[in-house]
């Protein structure tokens, strides 16, 4: 996978993409279908059971003598599962604080489980990797990847990188300490740091601006990625990708920053894939469809 800075990849997007709260903010119109892949709902069970608590594996660096402590448990649940539990409808435009009726979309289950918030603008890398295996094209050595340029691992003040302005004339000592700084700090590559900082190579879209990387269908069929992609990833975690597509257009996937789930467009064949898929939670939606946050009729 590797920075470019060739913008033309992309400008096709911008003419097929339309500003507002409808399945076509994320991805561009003018596909057969399109389908929502909703992002997973992390659940927490706090365990005090000494024999539960006796069959977890061992926290590194515990005392033994503390290995009785109650512990959270914690695993993903589906939309649907959600729903199901705390008696709310599952539905292609449903939205997470219509399913929790909270506004913070937290909840508390009632056998006692904890919901969090799902994710904005983040598929996590194992069901990008199953989507992207399920999305035929005739171009798979030839992908790009547009990362939202305003991630805070990308930014002044951001966990991963410290800004450093350009100037050709700093020393060779200084030279070193930048590159031992960004080695140290979480491997924001030079070349995507550079792009963000100095606004260089760009795909500019509406309200928006994205790094974009060359990458393939197999690499990103590789979970492990983000972590060899110069993005900032530290301890498992960090940017994904905004928009993915190949260079026939023969699909997009796009997971607006602000978005709850992300969307694909593609071949009527491919989007029943998705569709069916045992691996991703995904229902087929309409480009026109409202995925705003007061846009789910169904629970209110």
Do not use: K
């Not at 096709?12 to 596909?31: F, L, M, N, Q």
């Not at 539960?52 to 290995?67: S, T, V, W």
């Not at 694909?264 to 480009?287: D, F, K």
Request: proline residues 8%; charged residues 25%.
């Amino acid at each position: 996978m590797e920075w470019t800075d060739d913008v033309a990849r992309g400008a096709w997007i911008g003419e097929r993409t339309h500003w507002g709260s409808t399945v076509t903010v994320a991805v561009p119109d003018g596909y057969e279908r399109y389908a929502r892949v909703f992002h997973p709902v992390p659940v927490s069970r706090l365990i005090t059971d000494p024999d539960e608590l006796a069959a977890m594996p061992p926290i590194p660096g515990l005392p033994e003598d503390r290995a009785d402590e109650p512990r959270h448990a914690e695993e993903q649940w589906t939309w649907a599962r959600t729903a199901e539990a705390l008696g709310t409808t599952m539905h292609a435009t449903a939205q997470w604080a219509a399913i929790t009726g909270n506004a913070d979309g937290f909840a508390t289950l009632p056998d006692g489980r904890s919901l969090g918030q799902t994710r904005d603008g983040h598929l996590p890398p194992e069901q990008l990797a199953a989507l992207v295996r399920l999305l035929p094209t005739t171009t798979p050595d030839d992908l790009t990847v547009a990362i939202w340029s305003g991630w805070g691992e990308f930014n002044v003040g951001g966990r991963s990188v410290m800004f450093f302005p350009p100037d050709s004339s700093r020393s060779e000592e200084r030279r070193a300490e930048e590159a031992w700084y960004r080695e140290r700090n979480g491997a924001v590559s030079p070349e995507v740091f550079d792009a963000v900082h100095r606004q260089r190579g760009l795909l500019e879209l509406p309200n928006r601006e994205y790094v974009l990387l060359a990458t393939t269908v197999d690499e990103l069929a590789d979970p492990t990625w983000p972590e060899r992609a110069g993005i900032g990833w530290t301890s498992g975690d960090g940017p994904m990708p905004a928009l993915v597509w190949p260079a026939d257009r023969a699909w997009c996937i796009g997971s607006e920053i602000d978005f709850d789930s992300t969307l694909v467009g593609g071949t009527a064949e491919a989007i029943a894939a998705v569709a069916q898929s045992e691996t991703l939670e995904a229902l087929v939606v309409h480009p026109e469809d409202d995925l705003g946050a007061f846009a789910d009729h169904v629970n209110g």
